[in-house]
């Protein structure tokens, strides 16, 4: 089983850089930013975009190991530094647009020119999910074969956001039916991820099944979070 791994640089005053290798090659992503850029992401739950949550490692590795990215256009949504979609990139998607809300998507734009400048295949974009954003968003970009979700639905930060997210799916899916999407979630206490799960079952043209469950072995401080699911979502008629 092949796997990504995260390398964290020795905290000193506040971690500059995280070093993710992927089989051969690696990805040097510095969370160093402008003043302006800075200010944001101290506003609301945008400083959780700044960290590489473990639901996004776990679908790093099942992508690199179970998924043929070659032919794929693919697009991850609320992708906080983008590792997902820069991993995608890296394993040669035909095509990656990582997206995020406005005050993100600086440093995703710096990350992928620090990493992947050569790669014109691979973009940042704003997206904050949503039916109509999403519609226009698809006017723009085109479709979609593979869309990438980590860690997106969280109550006690994005209360009932996960409706969005569901109806951004939803959009994506309508557009091109054949569209698959894999959504990995993190299990914490009060998280919403069953209410978006009835969601998606009673109130969208989509279906979702579970694809693989990984019980955390470590826990960090503060870390309440118990168990990763991968889930496989697409349109009703697929
Ligand atoms: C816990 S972070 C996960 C970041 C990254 N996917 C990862 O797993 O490392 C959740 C992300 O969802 C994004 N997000 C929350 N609400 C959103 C919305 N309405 N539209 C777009 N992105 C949103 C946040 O900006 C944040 O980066």
């Not at 979609?144 to 979700?149: G, I, P, R």
Request: glycine content about 6%; overall charge negative; charged content about 25%.
């Amino acid at each position: 089983m092949k796997s990504i791994v995260i390398k964290h640089e020795d905290i000193k005053v506040c971690e500059e850089r995280i070093v993710v290798d992927v089989e051969d090659k690696s990805l040097d992503i510095t969370l160093l930013l402008d003043e302006h850029e800075l200010a944001p992401l101290f506003c609301g739950a945008a400083w959780a975009g700044t960290l590489v949550w473990e639901a996004a490692v776990a679908l790093s590795n099942y992508v690199l190991n179970e998924v043929d990215l070659k032919p794929l256009r693919v697009l991850e949504l609320g992708a906080g530094l983008g590792v997902p979609g820069m991993v995608a990139g890296l394993l040669g998607a035909k095509r990656v647009v990582i997206t995020e809300q406005p005050e993100l998507v600086p440093l995703i734009r710096t990350n992928i020119r620090r990493n992947i400048a050569s790669l014109s295949s691979v973009e940042a974009k704003i997206l904050s999910w949503g039916r109509e954003a999403t519609t226009s968003f698809c006017d723009e970009m085109g479709l979609f074969d593979l869309v990438l979700s980590c860690d997106c639905v969280y109550e006690p930060l994005y209360g009932e956001s996960w409706r969005d997210l569901a109806q951004t799916m939803d959009v994506l899916c309508q557009h091109n039916p054949n569209c698959k999407i894999l959504a990995s979630v993190e299990r914490r206490h009060a998280d919403g991820i069953n209410k978006f799960l009835s969601y998606i079952a009673t109130d969208t043209t989509l279906k979702a099944r579970q694809l693989i469950r990984i019980p955390k072995t470590e826990r960090g401080l503060c870390d309440e979070g118990e168990v990763i699911e991968v889930y496989c979502i697409t349109h009703n008629s697929m």
